[in-house]
């Protein structure tokens, strides 16, 4: 087991941040290229998220693996979500004007093996993210 | 964040040299897009060569320029792309719209064999 948290200003400049943290921190497991791709891509996903539309001045991340199961949690204190549903739908956005593609939800997904969310209006967000990473010979 | 631009007959080639995310693909929208006003381009050639991280940011990025150039009876090609961004390239749906090649040299070609 070993765990760490990150907590970061809500600003876009931290997005890639989050990237290198996350990489670092799981690179002990020895994770695959295409692990760290997916692991880096839905990390990337979720703390954009929180950024865009918590509206909470920090972000944090905390980080944990027990044996080769990863656990994200990217949390804010922001706005949160008012139709959890609505939002992982595929295309969703509330930010059409920024060019949002709605995907965010579907690439964690298709990424990590289990995506939770938990939020309401009001009381911030936080997405779990779970990855078991394949042994390595 | 580098971004190479080149004009290439009725083609804008946009070259960017980054990790494309929400930080980034805003900066190489507002760039990509003066150029391309300032242009007679029809067509817009994103080279993802140089990326070595590109997530969904990327792809609302990509769609844009893919209406910018349509909007001038143009279309848009991405060529040079990775394994992972052609993962999200298929997930996102852009596959259905936007063509892809392997070369810069294979979407000129693209260009010059169109029939409009």
Known sequence: ?137 | MGLKIEIMGTALLAQPDCEIDHHSAERLRAQIDAAFEKSSCRHIILDFSKISFMDSSGIGMVIGRYKNAEKRGGRLYITGMNGDMGRLYNISGLAKIITRTDTVEDALEAITNRRD
Do not use: W
């Open chain 1, 1 to 137: 087991m070993n765990k760490i948290c990150v907590k970061m200003e809500s600003l876009p400049e931290n997005i890639s941040f989050a990237r290198v943290a996350v990489t670092a921190f799981i690179s002990s497991l020895d994770p695959s290229v295409d692990e760290v791709s997916d692991i880096k891509t839905a990390v990337s996903e979720g703390v954009t998220n929180a950024v865009i539309h918590g509206g909470a001045d920090y972000v944090s991340m905390n980080l944990s693996y027990l044996d080769r199961t990863i656990i994200i949690e990217i949390a804010d204190t922001g706005v949160g979500i008012e139709d959890i549903e609505a939002a992982r739908q595929p295309l969703f956005t509330t930010k059409e004007d920024m060019e949002r593609s709605g995907l965010g939800f579907t690439v964690m997904e298709s990424f990590m093996d289990d995506v939770k969310v938990e939020s309401a209006p009001g009381e911030g967000t936080t997405v779990t993210l779970t990855k078991t990473l394949k042994n390595r010979e």
